[in-house]
T-cell receptor, first 114, second 116 residues
């Protein structure tokens, strides 16, 4: 089955700096890659997603890149702010979101220091 | 605003009792919902796929008789933890696909279960 590896497990940056989180997946059939932000005691919040027919997607300070050949995708947060501090999870889905479940990475705890 | 809602947000129950957690899709129909379990400082682990009008599909190692799932309508799935034990204490989260193409997955707010 699908396996998703996520690095780093913890990341500390200074406010205003950029943060990059990387994930790799094992099954080349995966075609949907969302990123979630989870604050303590809350459910995951979808922040951005990308599908296998797109190489890059951007939404304000957040961007995601996908390299299908290498089977890895990355989350880029620019101009980080203290409120970006949270645990971020990447995920991969084999059949697209409507029919397949999500396989999650282990998460990255991001700390943004003011 | 939230597109998937869970209730209750937190619940404490005694060992041996059963507790039900509800997951509702707001303003959209979900023929499929997913139930996850998350331990502190760990990732989300898929427990089962809830299918409207049919039996749920359980992941390997998840006891279907202990974690009863019912998806009786297109907007509601329930997870019942039967004969709860302290080791069942966890954060339970549901999700459902929606979006313009019906293939973006949103999560509920989660439900904290503590078994004492």
């Amino acid at each position: 089955g699908e396996n998703v590896e996520q690095h780093p497990s913890t990341l500390s940056v200074q406010e205003g700096d950029s943060a990059v989180i990387k994930c790799t997946y094992s099954d080349s059939a995966s075609n949907y890659f969302p990123w979630y932000k989870q604050e303590l005691g809350k459910g995951p919040q979808l922040i951005i997603d990308i599908r296998s027919n797109v190489g890059e997607k951007k939404d304000q300070r957040i961007a995601v890149t996908l390299n299908k050949t290498a089977k890895h995708f990355s989350l880029h947060i620019t101009e980080t702010q203290p409120e970006d501090s949270a645990v971020y999870f990447c995920a991969a889905s084999l059949y697209g979101g409507s029919q397949g479940n999500l396989i999650f990475g282990k998460g990255t705890k991001l700390s943004v220091k003011p | 605003g939230a597109v998937v809602s869970q209730h209750p947000s937190w619940v404490i129950c005694k060992s041996g009792t059963s507790v039900k957690i509800e997951c509702r899709s707001l303003d959209f129909q979900a023929t499929t919902m997913f139930w996850y379990r998350q331990f502190p400082k760990q990732s989300l682990m898929l427990m089962a796929t809830s299918n409207e009008g049919s039996k749920a599909t359980y992941e390997q190692g998840v006891e279907k008789d202990k974690f009863l799932i019912n998806h009786a309508s297109l907007t509601l799935s329930t997870l019942t933890v039967t004969s709860a034990h302290p080791e069942d204490s966890s954060f339970y989260i549901c999700s459902a696909p929606t979006g313009t193409k019906g293939d973006t997955i949103y999560f509920g707010e989660g439900s904290w279960l503590t078994v004492v």
